[in-house]
T-cell receptor, first 116, second 111 residues
């Protein structure tokens, strides 16, 4: 089946604008993750959704960042009042979900965000 | 907290050379360990994984052994190809759902 898809693939915005990034996980995967890949910071965890449980938001860098997952499937990451330091590649991943150490996360191609 | 440290790149090798990319970790409990690869212009792909001590993960000629005594998960390949040029990320999965990544090591293989 299809892998994880993300849109847009590239986004250029002006400082202070809001942006929305979308992720479609693999069908049947109940766990969904957002990461950020930036120069100098490597790959950072942002937020994790597992089924209907409250998301783990511990990696969100500020209150300008938020994410939601509707109907247990598609997720949207929103960045309000973007700053230049938000420029990065935003990666979404999904996995089957559930507990245990066998989890393999499958990554989408990412959204490259550039804040001017 | 949990962390992963991997050797800094870039690493430049000639085709058919032996590859080692070092990875060590700090974690409580018994994490699972992964190597992900990112080819130029592509997304992250799982390369191999190991879920318990002494397990060996292998794929596409790459191998890594989960060494709990040295908290290491070094990536090796006996004979690299130009097509192996990519960025390699070591990662661990512990409780809580998230992967914790190393900084990534860029590998460049010259013909």
């Amino acid at each position: 089946g299809a892998g994880v898809s993300q849109s847009p693939s590239n986004k250029v915005t002006e400082k202070g604008k809001d942006v929305e990034l979308r992720c479609d996980p693999i069908s049947g995967h109940t766990a969904l993750y957002w990461y950020r890949q930036s120069l100098g910071q490597g790959l950072e965890f942002l937020i994790y959704f597992q089924g209907n449980s409250a998301p783990d938001k511990s990696g969100l860098p500020s209150d300008r960042f938020s994410a939601e997952r509707t109907g247990g499937s598609v997720s949207t990451l929103t960045i309000q009042r973007t700053q230049q330091e938000d420029s990065a590649v935003y990666l979404c991943a999904s996995s089957l979900g559930g507990s245990g150490s066998m989890e393999t996360q499958y990554f989408g191609p990412g959204t490259r965000l550039l804040v001017l | 907290g949990d962390s992963v440290t991997q050797m800094e790149g870039p690493v430049t090798l000639s085709e058919e050379a032996f590859l080692t990319i070092n990875c060590t970790y700090t974690a409580t409990g018994y994490p699972s360990l992964f190597w992900y690869v990112q080819y130029p212009g592509e997304g992250l792909q799982l390369l191999l994984k190991a879920t318990k001590a002494d397990d060996k993960g292998s794929n596409k000629g790459f191998e890594a052994t989960y060494r709990k005594e040295t908290t290491s998960f070094h990536l090796e390949k006996g004979s690299v190809q130009v097509s192996d040029s990519a960025v390699y990320f070591c990662a661990l999965y512990n409780q809580g759902g998230k992967l914790i990544f190393g900084q990534g090591t860029e590998l460049s293989v010259k013909p």
